[in-house]
């Protein structure tokens, strides 16, 4: 109940973050990403989530094992955190345009696949 209690209170606060930061406009070097950016990143996340649930999950528990996946989840989850400084020298839509989206696409991508690992795996430690 206690990794629940973490990883919900985690995630909400990553979420809210990420919404915040790539907020920021472009006068203070920011992505400046209204709510259609912002939407189209977390749709990239719903994606990655559903297919990690539906395809992956299953398959690599029966393979590697729950704690191994709680693991793998955490450490894709942090790879992810981390490198977020580095995304932010791609804010500049005039130099990057397109380009922008790329790697906070990934992030997004990576948090859903550890978030997909970690939050079935809490439940059934619960249980």
Do not use: E
Not at 66 to 84: D, E, P, Y
């Amino acid at each position: 109940i206690l990794a629940y209690c973490v990883l919900s209170a985690w995630s909400s606060a990553a979420n809210q973050l990420f919404i915040l930061i790539v907020s920021y406009p472009r006068s203070v070097d920011g992505f400046a990403f209204g709510p259609a950016q912002i939407g189209a990143l977390q749709n990239v996340s719903a994606v990655t989530l559903l297919i990690t649930n539906t395809l992956l999950y299953s398959r690599m528990t029966s393979r590697f094992g729950f704690i191994r996946c709680m693991k793998l989840g955490w450490i894709v989850s942090m790879f992810a955190h981390l490198m977020f400084p580095l995304y932010g020298l791609l804010a500049d839509p005039d130099k990057f345009g397109f380009w922008r989206f790329v790697p906070l696409g990934c992030m997004q991508a990576m948090l859903a696949f550890g978030g997909g690992l970690m939050y079935p795996t809490a439940f059934a430690f619960i249980n």
